[in-house]
């Protein structure tokens, strides 16, 4: 059964402060697995860990680490290796976005996306994967996003960034067949999370969007129920995910019919 496979099991929660990786940690920790937790905010991971163990009979293990900076990832890594002998799930789930036209973004924020989204996670998945390759076995989960199949404007860096995720997540995949190594992507649409504060801080997208938004708690079930399976991709919610499908296939069509839709920030 689904909630006994992770029973034991030792995961890594990027971004796990808040959001899709708060609930993530509460769903895989009600599982029965014992979790280290990675974010740049000490305070809150501290009363997370509290929170967790306190309802919870698992280790709840705090880094705090800027995925930004690849130097922190390294060295938070490193004592992650030394000190957990097994790692049986990684979840890169740490990033942000700021929606805004292209000619008018910022080059140092431009760089910051790229460095957290891309980079991070790759730094993360670089320093866990030789263990994984040693044990035989283990499961890489990225969240990255719908927004990484269906560009949208004032989301042209942003979903360079989630494009990246998923190019890198299926090559991943395609070199590790064989190795006992599963590798899954996640593509959520709108999350009603602290995202759009950066993203959309005068509300106008997360308005325009509210009828597709999807819960964190909705999506942290899904990658919790997918841990140990051989999903490929996790697609949320299935109407977005739909439209994205459809774009891939007719993108003329779709820019032409639904570039009023799509502008929506």
Do not use: C
């Not at 942290?220 to 999903?231: E, P």
């Not at 977005?240 to 459809?246: C, F, M, N």
């Amino acid at each position: 059964m689904a909630q006994e496979r992770l029973k034991g099991k030792k995961v890594i929660i990027t971004g796990a402060s808040s959001g899709i990786g708060r609930h993530l940690v509460r769903e895989v920790a009600k599982r029965g697995a014992d979790v280290i937790i990675i974010a740049r905010s000490t305070d809150k991971l501290k009363r997370l860990k509290a929170e967790i163990e306190m309802q919870y009979d698992v280790r709840v293990e705090p880094f705090t680490v800027d995925m930004g900076d690849l130097s922190q990832v390294k060295a938070a890594f490193e004592t992650i290796n030394m000190q957990w002998p097994t790692i049986d799930v990684l979840i890169n789930n740490a990033g942000f976005g700021v929606f805004d036209y292209f000619e008018a973004s910022d080059l140092d924020v431009m760089r910051r996306m790229f460095a957290v989204n891309v980079l991070g996670l790759m730094a993360a998945t670089r320093m866990i994967l030789p263990k994984m390759l040693q044990q035989g076995e283990g499961h890489i989960i990225n969240v990255a996003s719908i927004a990484g199949k269906l560009a949208t404007p004032k989301a042209s860096v942003y979903s360079a960034t989630k494009s990246a995720v998923l190019g890198f997540t299926n090559g991943l995949r395609m070199e590790l067949r064989g190795k006992g190594i599963k590798v899954t992507a996640v593509n959520p649409g709108p999350v009603k999370t602290n995202f759009f504060r950066t993203a959309d801080p005068d509300g106008r997208y997360a308005a325009n969007v509210a009828r597709w938004m999807v819960t964190p708690e909705a999506v942290a079930r899904k990658i919790a129920q997918a841990i140990g399976t051989n999903r490929r991709e996790i697609n949320i919610p299935l109407t977005l995910s739909a439209g994205a499908r459809l774009y891939q296939v007719f993108p003329a069509l779709v820019e032409k019919v639904a570039g009023r839709f799509l502008d929506k920030k």
